[in-house]
């Protein structure tokens, strides 16, 4: 590679640089009144961790395309440690018990952004026929992977379907602009709820048993974390990264010497059996007592890896670049309006309250950190519903955006 012009080159005072501005983001959003309370009203937090690294980078400050920070560290290292810990805070048994119908809503929600995928494509394809030529289609799976299940899911995606860091940050952009959006119609349409119910005859009575249920549950397993205890979740998600990179350069080998098929779907790349090996040891995990470790902060580690991912994939981002395809928005738009239109049918025709319909949609396009917000507005004990199935996303997200991906490159003859 050419010699960097950029100021900061040492990729230790890179990282100290990314984790300095993490550390700000995150400060100033938890301020509760004043400048930074309304600014972070109208700006997610979310956009300015990916933001910002690529701004440092369009303006010569670090040079992300050179970094090694990204890859092989964050890419290889810290998605797979966060998938491991973000399914195995989930709780099987739990989701199981919170009814049928709160879980056909759930999929239901999965099952409509996937079709909404392929019509926006189709759709788009006959309107603006550029907005859907190139790699179009792997940002549109890694957007799958985001929502169906959250950003460790997408950044899985990226790296499956090898989607350019341009076109990535495109979707990104339209992740947060459309998803926070939709967020913010479902949160008003919260305090209608009532209203809503009552007109559509749903029964609400299973509700008020799932707050005091998982009131109980939560005040159980809630704990301060001993150095045990991070010692323990730091070692599980490693231990299973190293696990799983031991492991994936024979199976992947093996898959590609042996089946034409599997080399047509990128099984015989061994960092797809990375992303799987880690999400099903970790979706296993989640049915021993290693659950139990979210009381002592697994799924806040696992986030905390995720949006140092996160700003290392934004600072090899050239802004500029996301201005260049408006009609992108056009295709998200199309895109959420059928998964939101499928998903209202069937939420009529199983008469579910609308807080159902609310989170089965927010788990989905949100994911746990968003879902959560959700379901605290229709009550506080409800955020650990929200959290739930925004967490069972990250276990099922990986698979189906997989499928996004493969029917997608199909539709653009992409092979």
């Known amino acids: 590679m050419p010699k960097s012009s950029a100021l900061i080159q040492n990729d230790i005072v890179l990282f100290g640089l990314i984790a300095a501005t993490l550390a700000l983001v995150f400060w100033t959003s938890s301020r509760k009144s004043g400048f930074w309370a309304k600014f972070y009203g109208v700006v997610p937090p979310l956009l300015l961790c990916y933001f910002l690294p690529g701004l440092y980078n369009s303006l010569g400050l670090i040079d992300g395309a050179n970094s090694q920070l990204y890859n092989p560290i964050a890419s290889r290292v810290l998605l797979p440690a966060a998938l491991v810990l973000l399914t195995l805070t989930i709780d099987l048994k739990g989701v199981l018990k919170l009814g049928p119908k709160l879980l056909a809503m759930y999929l239901g929600a999965s099952v409509s952004v996937m079709i909404g995928a392929f019509v926006a494509f189709w759709l788009m394809g006959v309107i603006h026929p550029a907005t859907v030529a190139g790699d179009t289609w792997g940002g549109m799976a890694a957007l799958a992977g985001s929502w169906i299940g959250g950003g460790a899911n997408m ?13 990535f940050g495109q979707f990104v952009v339209l992740d947060v602009g459309i998803g926070y959006v939709w967020m913010a119609v479902l949160m008003f349409l919260a305090g209608s709820a009532k209203r809503i119910d009552a007109r559509s005859g749903a029964d609400t009575g299973a509700i008020e048993d799932l707050k005091q249920r998982l009131a109980a549950y939560q005040a159980q397993h809630e704990r301060i974390p001993t150095l045990a205890d991070l010692m323990l979740i730091v070692g599980i998600a490693f231990g299973v990264v190293g696990l799983a990179h031991a492991m994936s350069p024979s199976l992947a080998g093996w898959l590609g010497a042996n089946f034409a098929w599997a080399r047509q779907m990128s099984l015989d790349t061994p960092y797809v059996w990375v992303v799987v090996l880690s999400t099903c040891v970790g979706l296993a995990l989640s049915t021993t007592r290693a659950r139990t470790l979210d009381g002592a902060g697994a799924s806040k580690i696992g986030t905390l890896l995720l949006y140092i991912l996160i700003a290392s994939i934004g ?34 025709l199983l008469k579910v309250p609308f807080f159902y319909f609310a989170i089965g949609s927010q788990s989905n396009i949100g994911g746990p950190a968003s879902a959560p917000v959700v379901a605290a507005v229709f009550h506080p004990a409800l955020a650990p519903v929200g959290a739930l199935l925004g967490a069972l996303g990250y276990a099922t997200g990986t698979v189906l955006a997989y499928l996004v991906g493969i029917g997608l490159r199909a539709m653009a003859g992409a092979g």
Not at 326 to 339: K, M, Q
């Open 315 to 348: 600072m090899q981002m050239d802004i500029a670049a996301l201005l260049d395809r408006p009609w992108l928005f056009l295709l998200g738009l199309i895109w959420i309006l059928v998964h939101i239109g499928l998903l209202w049918a069937l939420g009529k």
């Open 155 to 167: 950044v899985a995606m990226k790296e499956v379907f090898e989607v350019d860091e341009t076109t």
